[in-house]
Nanobody, 123 residues
Framework: VQLQASGGGLVQAGGTLRLSCTAS??????VGWFRQAPGKEREFVAA????????YYAASVKGRFTISRDNAKNAAYLQMNSLKPEDTALYYC???????????????????WGQGTQVTVSS
């Protein structure tokens, strides 16, 4: 499975962006978004787990970001509202088939990764 992330860009603080992640061959059971700012480690942002339909968010984005997916389009989305300068990072989508609650926030648990899309929020 190859993943393609898109939708990043430059936006002012308080603005919105919608990131998309499309899979080349099939819908994925579990999908996550991670981000990495310059000089920092990659961090978890949000995830969707097919079993039970649960969503998970980092505390820093909860209430502002929403993860969703469209199996018919082999796609997942990250709606980002009320963006802040500290949200500036390279955003990656990832997918995995065997994620559980205890691992879904962990980058090494994912099997497939997209190439990243840059989000820059100006103050």
């Amino acid at each position: 499975v190859q993943l393609q992330a898109s939708g990043g860009g430059l936006v002012q603080a308080g603005g919105t962006l919608r990131l998309s992640c499309t899979a080349s061959t099939r819908a994925f059971n579990n999908v996550g978004w991670f981000r990495q700012a310059p000089g920092k480690e990659r961090e978890f942002v949000a995830a969707f787990r097919r079993s039970g339909g649960y969503t998970y968010y980092a505390a820093s984005v909860k209430g502002r970001f929403t993860i969703s997916r469209d199996n018919a389009k082999n796609a997942a989305y990250l709606q980002m509202n009320s963006l802040k300068p500290e949200d500036t990072a390279l955003y990656y989508c990832a997918a995995g088939d065997r994620l559980i609650t205890s691992t879904i926030r962990s980058a090494p648990a994912y099997d497939y990764w997209g190439q990243g899309t840059q989000v820059t929020v100006s103050s």
